[in-house]
């Protein structure tokens, strides 16, 4: 008998509290439903000192919002989409990991989407998105025509671009200085003496790259290089950057400096050039786009051009957190970041790694 009674007493203390709906909580703490909703929602336009109060009878009865309902009548779920066209890429997880960042700091979740530069994956990771709720998307373009954008944007969803511009749909953009950081790159190939100059490129027809060769063209026409340069375009890959690296050299009057204009093709030119029996810096100087943390340990260590996708991630975060809240878009301009020059050996420097903005200021382009 005794042994039933202590089941009994165990089982009582297994046994959760009920927990109050939001009309008890209110009785309780003597206010309305609609100041409990406050606090729970809208927690600064309630004064202190009530707010506490209910706080309390809350904490004390075990409450929790029904997060799925609350979502419905707010019309938010406080969930991002991030939209990646190469999530294996330096750039991508740098932007990903900075905005999951900010969206945590906010009392928001980030969700992923990578389309391997698939427009069709793309629009389709989109439409997912848009269909569960997500409260607005930071999208990576892939390349293709963004048209299937209109239809979400006149429905007033949140929409910002990073890294590429699209032409197609009015999105605000925030974007690299690509042509800036081609300039600052091809300046310092110059500065070295370098007339030669060779650029490896994805072929792909992406705004990134067309402003990376236009500011290396530039580049060269203002210091007095006749026609628009060597430019060398293979798929975006190790491969592709291994095929570019056997053409540049193979040319009969091959250059002595290399810029690779993307960090997954700069890879497949380090094996390339390795492959050839070429020795960077002293039979080709390379620099490459995209700073990667591999770029130290390269034999020499590479010379890049840094994005600083933590700048570009931080400020496409802040304008989709601001149009989530305000309900009003920032328009669909663009919002440049700076790009630097970060300066190792595989330049023909002689070592000491810094970081420079004065090659901009050698091709007369400030």
């Known amino acids: 008998m005794a042994s039933k009674s202590a089941a009994r007493k165990s089982s009582a203390r297994r046994t959760p509290p009920a927990r109050l709906s939001i009309r008890e909580i209110a009785k309780r703490a003597g206010v309305s439903v609609g100041t409990v909703s406050h606090v729970l929602n809208r927690p600064q336009i309630v004064r202190a000192?009530?707010?506490?109060?209910?706080?309390?009878?809350?904490?004390?009865?075990?409450?929790?919002?029904n997060a799925v309902a609350r979502s419905l009548r707010q019309r938010t779920t406080r969930t991002v989409?991030?939209?990646?066209?190469?999530?294996?890429?330096?750039?991508?997880?740098?932007?990903?990991?900075?905005?999951?960042?900010?969206?945590?700091?906010?009392?928001?979740?980030?969700?992923?989407?990578d389309t391997d530069e698939d427009i069709g994956r793309e629009e389709r990771a989109?439409?997912?998105?848009?269909?569960?709720?997500?409260?607005?998307?930071?999208?990576?373009p892939a390349e293709g025509s963004h048209r299937f954008l209109a239809d979400y944007l006149a429905r007033d969803w949140p929409v910002v671009a990073i890294n590429r511009r699209i032409d197609s749909a009015a999105v605000p953009a925030v974007l690299p200085d690509?042509?800036?950081?081609?300039?600052?790159?091809?300046?310092?190939?110059?500065?070295?003496?370098?007339?030669?100059?060779?650029?490896?490129?994805?072929?792909?027809?992406?705004?990134?790259?067309?402003?990376?060769?236009?500011?290396?063209?530039?580049?060269?026409?203002?210091?007095?290089?006749?026609?628009?340069?060597?430019v060398v375009t293979e798929d975006a890959s190790v491969e592709g950057g291994i095929r570019a690296a056997h053409r540049v050299l193979d040319l009969a009057d091959p250059p002595t400096a290399v810029l690779s204009f993307s960090s997954t093709m700069t890879l497949g030119v380090i094996v390339g050039l390795r492959e050839r029996g070429a020795h960077v810096p002293d039979d080709v100087a390379l620099i490459g786009f995209d700073e990667a943390a591999w770029a130290i340990a390269t034999n020499p260590p590479l010379t890049t051009v840094n994005l600083d996708p933590e700048a570009v991630g931080a400020h496409a975060g802040r304008l989709l957190f601001e149009w989530i809240v305000s309900k009003k878009s920032p328009g669909a301009g663009e919002h440049r970041i700076p790009t630097t020059l970060i300066v190792r050996e595989s330049c023909g420097c002689d070592g000491l790694a810094h970081t420079t903005r004065q090659a901009v200021a050698i091709a007369n382009l400030d």
């Open 49 to 65: 000192p009530l707010r506490e109060s209910v706080l309390e009878v809350i904490k004390q009865s075990g409450f929790q919002p």
């Open 126 to 140: 989109i439409r997912t998105f848009f269909h569960k709720g997500v409260d607005g998307i930071i999208v990576a």
């Open 81 to 113: 989409g991030l939209v990646l066209s190469d999530i294996t890429t330096p750039f991508a997880a740098r932007v990903a990991r900075i905005v999951e960042d900010l969206a945590a700091a906010a009392g928001m979740s980030v969700v992923f989407a």
């Open 178 to 230: 690509h042509a800036g950081g081609a300039v600052a790159a091809t300046a310092h190939a110059l500065g070295h003496g370098h007339r030669r100059i060779a650029a490896i490129a994805p072929r792909a027809r992406r705004s990134s790259v067309a402003e990376r060769i236009d500011g290396y063209a530039r580049c060269l026409r203002r210091a007095g290089i006749p026609g628009a340069g060597l």
